[in-house]
Each structure stands twice: as structure tokens, then as C-alpha cells.
């Protein structure tokens, strides 16, 4: 589904409810507009079956979503948790094997914040690292909340 200036929605939009500390979001609209991206669920479906053989469920649930804005390099990935930085990858082939991506779940799972230099992400996820975005923090009158 589309709306009127092309973009894709989802349903509700743009919203991805989360059942786990951590959530790794794959793209699954990048640069096929008007039909389903095949190379986007190859590595949804790849992920989650490594993430549950790796004893990662608990903490990571693997989920598509309408647009991750990376389509001049897609694949791409996103790891979030409340309170941690947002990272997004791109140029995640589904057809190579996926270990620095269980490698990076595991270090983001162990960081307080999420937050770590390049240098320290799997050596494949340190050259398609597209962003690393601070945790957001809201002021209100009331206070800090997260």
C-alpha cells in the first residue's frame, strides 16, 4: 500500500511494536516500489532463524519494516532498545553468511547504552555502518524521561 506522494505505509504506520529488550529491524521496501522486497525478507527470515539457533530470542526479536531510508544501499539493518543508540547498517547481501550480525547482537545486548566506536563492530558491519544514533532523551516540566 502506498500513500498519495508514493511512499509506503504500513499498518499501523510506521510502527513496530516491540516484545523484547532489543529489536533488529530489516527493510523490506527498499527500491521495489509496488511489490514485496525479495532480497529484504531472504535476510528476515536468514536472521531470525540465526538469531534463535545463536540463543538470542529472548533478547532480540527480528522484524521487517516499511523503509529504513537506506535504499542506495540495502540491504539494511537496524538494532534498537530503549534507552541505547539506534544503529543502521546497509549493503547487507542475505546471500553471505550472517555471523558479524549475531556478532553484533551479541556486543549491543552486552552494552549499557549501545553505544561503541566503529572499530569495535564486526570488521563487514564497520564499512556499512550508515548511522549511529544517540538514544533519545525527553525533557518535560516534569523531568527527564526515556
Known amino acids: ?13 510506521y510502527a513496530v511494536a516491540q516484545s523484547t529488550p532489543h529489536q533488529i529491524l530489516v527493510c523490506k521496501a527498499c527500491k521495489h516500489f509496488g511489490s514485496a522486497c525479495a532480497p ?6 536468514k536472521l531470525r532463524a540465526a538469531v534463535a ?17 537506506g535504499c542506495s544501499r540495502p540491504c539494511t ?7 541505547k543508540a539506534t544503529w543502521l ?3 547487507i547481501d542475505p ?3 550472517i555471523e558479524d550480525l549475531i556478532a553484533f547482537s551479541r556486543l549491543y545486548a552486552k552494552l549499557d547504552d549501545g553505544w561503541c566506536s566503529g572499530a569495535d563492530c ?7 555502518t550508515l548511522a549511529r544514533i544517540p538514544a533519545a532523551i525527553i525533557v518535560t516540566q516534569e523531568g527527564v524521561l526515556q
Do not use: H, I, Q, Y
Open 1 to 13: 500500500m502506498e500513500d498519495d506522494k508514493g511512499r509506503p505505509v504500513a499498518t499501523p504506520p
Open 40 to 45: 529484504g525478507f531472504a535476510l528476515l527470515k
Open 53 to 69: 539457533a545463536a540463543n538470542l530470542g529472548a533478547d532480540f526479536e527480528v522484524t521487517g519494516t516499511a523503509c529504513l531510508a
Open 77 to 83: 539493518v537496524a538494532w534498537r532498545a530503549t534507552g
Open 89 to 91: 547498517f546497509g549493503d
Open 95 to 97: 546471500d553471505e553468511p
Open 122 to 128: 564486526p570488521p563487514r558491519l564497520c564499512e556499512t
